[in-house]
């Protein structure tokens, strides 16, 4: 052991990576379709490469990681917690709340019980509800204890022992959980439901409908035909949803003007919806084989909902707003909500911050986006001084501490940097222009954090880790199926006879109240629809902040 740790104590530094490295490596290995994940497995490994070198790295190693992922966790969610505070969100924010109530409920009640004391609670209570944040939020609770430092490395040890016992079946029993039991309790059948509900909202297969589920942009070429002779604005009116791109005559271009008299031979390029192409072709002429009428340029741009008037409208709202006049040659190829794909039906409800994707002719798409939103024109780049700026001030609002009847209540480092991700994310969506940070970037910035605190958590730990396992191991491991279960039990019972929400709204609910995207990914499948994230991100987003606010309040009563 001895030449391991002095190599490690010569480069500590590189303990950390080793624990990335091998804790990712870990994580994606997979078991009957389950993986641990890569921050779980950084967590695992760092307790073995810590219990052989026995390196700790400072402590503001962890604060800086720990930050990073925080932030990233805020910003992402500001748009949606936000958001969800109105009413036609109440439901889910209502559901999220109870769900988190009860998880902590659960937790004090069991760690009580079983006398875990609040390292091992906290740990519970992170690793059962999958909420790696909350790790960081008690661990600032407890350096604010005015413990001694071997005191605090104990309970340090046994907050990431009970979160490496707890969190596997935090991630599976959730998703076996709202597979096999959630279904039957509700007496429904996912897919059949969520075909109804896509029904509902707005018929997804009805003649006329531009927002299917997939929404194939397509181009084909037709040879006119004498008795289809028409004019490209008076053909146009009679398409649904398609437009005629390019007119090939005598091997030369004519541009598709709407007084253009199309003429018997020419060769038109139409492009729009797979159905309304091919209804249009019907009305010129045979399709044929022609590049020069295909080869018509197009554009595709992202652009963030901000138009005032569009908010809280469904998808057929918003098309009878901006017209049918001004969306000719515009089509809507996708559209999400942090970062996870809206089902695209006539009924769906669009929000402050969701993204639509567009295609269609270049300067027919700008002027679209610009009636929307603001486009995307970050082009990759991150706005850093805008972000910095946000985590020092975030940093400087969790240092301050107000006294109440004597007893000093603080944010800490990580609250307060949570609240400046929530503002500036908000302040983001409403003003994309400033505070760029692209979807990949974000991804990096939270999972590189998270698993870099992780790890230096889970190195801190290792000397002390078997100690802690034999402490509390196998009831550690009952009481995280409890906390697990329990509150998907009451907020299931209560999302459907209290709240009354559609079955598959709930079960995308459920899945946000837990925090668990994986059991998401679950329940999509077993829906064969994307319809359960309309329950997901508002869920997601309030449980976020609430689960991760917790880690002092376990601490505070345990």
Same mark, same amino acid.
């Given at each position: 052991?001895?030449?391991?740790?002095?190599?490690?104590?010569?480069?500590?530094?590189?303990?950390?990576?080793?624990?990335?490295?091998?804790?990712?490596?870990?994580?994606?290995?997979?078991?009957?379709?389950?993986?641990? !994940?890569?921050?779980?497995?950084?967590?695992?490994?760092?307790?073995?490469?810590?219990?052989?070198?026995?390196?700790?790295?400072?402590?503001?190693?962890?604060?800086?990681?720990?930050?990073?992922?925080?932030?990233?966790?805020?910003?992402?969610?500001?748009?949606?917690?936000?958001?969800?505070?109105?009413?036609?969100?109440?439901?889910?924010?209502?559901?999220?709340?109870?769900?988190?109530?009860?998880?902590?409920?659960?937790?004090?009640?069991?760690?009580?019980?079983?006398?875990?004391?609040?390292?091992?609670?906290?740990?519970?209570?992170? !690793?059962?509800?999958?909420?790696?944040?909350?790790?960081?939020?008690?661990?600032?609770?407890?350096?604010?204890?005015?413990?001694?430092?071997?005191?605090?490395?104990?309970?340090?040890?046994?907050?990431?022992?009970?979160?490496?016992?707890?969190? =596997?079946?935090?991630?599976?029993?959730?998703?076996?959980?709202?597979?096999?039991?959630?279904?039957?309790?509700?007496?429904?059948?996912?897919?059949?439901?969520?075909?109804?509900?896509?029904?509902?909202?707005?018929?997804?297969?009805?003649?006329?409908?531009?927002?299917?589920?997939?929404?194939?942009?397509?181009?084909?070429?037709?040879?006119?035909?004498?008795?289809?002779?028409?004019?490209?604005?008076?053909?146009?009116?009679?398409?649904?949803?398609?437009?005629?791109?390019?007119?090939?005559?005598?091997?030369?271009?004519?541009?598709?003007?709407?007084?253009?008299?199309?003429?018997?031979?020419?060769?038109?390029?139409?492009?729009?919806?797979?159905?309304?192409?091919?209804?249009?072709?019907?009305? =010129?002429?045979?399709?044929?084989?022609?590049?020069?009428?295909?080869?018509?340029?197009?554009?595709?741009?992202?652009?963030?909902?901000?138009?005032?008037?569009?908010?809280?409208?469904?998808?057929?709202?918003?098309?009878?707003?901006?017209?049918?006049?001004?969306?000719?040659?515009?089509?809507?190829?996708?559209?999400?909500?942090?970062?996870?794909?809206?089902?695209?039906?006539?009924?769906?409800?669009?929000?402050?911050?969701?993204?639509?994707?567009?295609?269609?002719?270049?300067?027919?798409?700008?002027?679209?986006?610009?009636?929307?939103?603001?486009?995307?024109?970050?082009?990759?780049?991150?706005?850093?001084?805008?972000?910095?700026?946000?985590?020092?001030? !975030?940093?400087?609002?969790?240092?301050?501490?107000?006294?109440?009847?004597?007893?000093?209540?603080?944010?800490?480092? !990580?609250?307060?940097?949570?609240?400046?991700?929530?503002?500036?994310?908000?302040?983001?969506?409403?003003?994309?222009?400033?505070?760029?940070?692209?979807?990949?970037?974000?991804?990096?910035?939270?999972?590189?954090?998270?698993?870099?605190?992780?790890?230096?958590?889970?190195?801190?730990?290792?000397?002390?880790?078997?100690?802690?396992?034999?402490?509390?191991?196998?009831?550690?491991?009952?009481?995280?199926?409890?906390?697990?279960?329990?509150?998907?039990?009451?907020?299931?019972?209560?999302?459907?006879?209290?709240?009354?929400?559609?079955?598959?709204?709930?079960?995308?609910?459920?899945?946000?109240?837990?925090? =668990?995207?994986?059991?998401?990914?679950?329940?999509?499948?077993?829906?064969?629809?994307?319809?359960?994230?309309?329950?997901?991100?508002?869920?997601?987003?309030?449980?976020?902040?609430?689960?991760?606010?917790?880690?002092?309040?376990?601490?505070?009563?345990?």
């Amino acid at each position: 052991m001895n030449g391991p740790s002095q190599i490690f104590k010569a480069a500590p530094e590189a303990a950390l990576f080793i624990a990335l490295a091998f804790g990712h490596a870990l994580g994606r290995l997979k078991f009957r379709g389950f993986s641990l !994940g890569g921050v779980a497995g950084c967590l695992v490994v760092a307790l073995i490469v810590g219990q052989i070198t026995g390196i700790v790295l400072p402590e503001a190693v962890k604060g800086v990681c720990f930050a990073l992922f925080i932030y990233a966790v805020g910003f992402k969610s500001g748009p949606e917690f936000f958001g969800g505070l109105n009413r036609s969100s109440l439901k889910l924010v209502a559901s999220s709340v109870v769900q988190c109530a009860t998880a902590f409920a659960t937790v004090i009640l069991l760690a009580r019980a079983c006398q875990f004391g609040k390292g091992f609670s906290a740990g519970l209570g992170a !690793g059962a509800l999958t909420q790696t944040a909350m790790l960081g939020t008690a661990g600032d609770a407890l350096s604010r204890l005015g413990l001694e430092p071997d005191k605090l490395e104990q309970l340090s040890s046994q907050m990431a022992v009970g979160f490496a016992i707890t969190y =596997v079946f935090g991630t599976v029993g959730v998703i076996i959980f709202l597979r096999s039991f959630a279904p039957r309790l509700l007496g429904v059948d996912p897919k059949r439901a969520a075909r109804e509900l896509a029904d509902e909202l707005g018929g997804a297969f009805s003649a006329g409908n531009n927002s299917t589920r997939f929404v194939p942009v397509v181009a084909r070429a037709f040879q006119v035909e004498a008795g289809s002779v028409s004019s490209v604005g008076e053909l146009s009116k009679r398409f649904d949803r398609a437009s005629i791109e390019r007119i090939v005559r005598d091997e030369k271009l004519v541009q598709p003007k709407a007084e253009v008299v199309l003429q018997a031979g020419d060769v038109v390029g139409i492009a729009g919806r797979l159905e309304a192409v091919l209804e249009a072709g019907k009305l =010129v002429g045979r399709e044929v084989e022609n590049r020069e009428a295909l080869s018509f340029e197009a554009k595709a741009v992202t652009v963030i909902i901000t138009e005032k008037s569009l908010i809280g409208r469904s998808l057929a709202e918003v098309r009878k707003l901006l017209g049918e006049e001004n969306l000719q040659g515009v089509y809507l190829s996708g559209l999400k909500r942090q970062g996870l794909a809206l089902p695209i039906l006539e009924g769906t409800e669009v929000r402050r911050g969701d993204v639509m994707e567009l295609v269609g002719r270049p300067e027919e798409v700008d002027r679209v986006a610009a009636l929307i939103g603001s486009a995307d024109t970050s082009e990759g780049r991150s706005d850093l001084a805008f972000h910095a700026l946000a985590i020092a001030l !975030g940093m400087l609002v969790g240092s301050l501490s107000v006294a109440i009847g004597g007893l000093p209540l603080t944010l800490g480092i !990580g609250g307060g940097v949570l609240t400046a991700g929530l503002l500036f994310g908000w302040l983001h969506a409403r003003c994309p222009i400033v505070g760029g940070l692209p979807g990949p970037a974000q991804w990096v910035l939270s999972e590189l954090g998270l698993s870099a605190f992780a790890a230096a958590v889970g190195l801190a730990a290792g000397p002390k880790a078997i100690i802690a396992i034999q402490e509390h191991g196998i009831g550690l491991l009952l009481a995280g199926a409890a906390v697990t279960l329990v509150p998907l039990i009451v907020a299931l019972g209560f999302g459907r006879l209290v709240l009354q929400l559609h079955p598959v709204i709930l079960l995308g609910a459920l899945c946000g109240g837990q925090t =668990v995207a994986a059991a998401l990914s679950a329940v999509n499948e077993d829906s064969a629809s994307t319809i359960p994230v309309l329950g997901f991100t508002v869920t997601y987003a309030v449980s976020n902040v609430l689960l991760a606010l917790g880690g002092p309040v376990i601490v505070a009563l345990t």
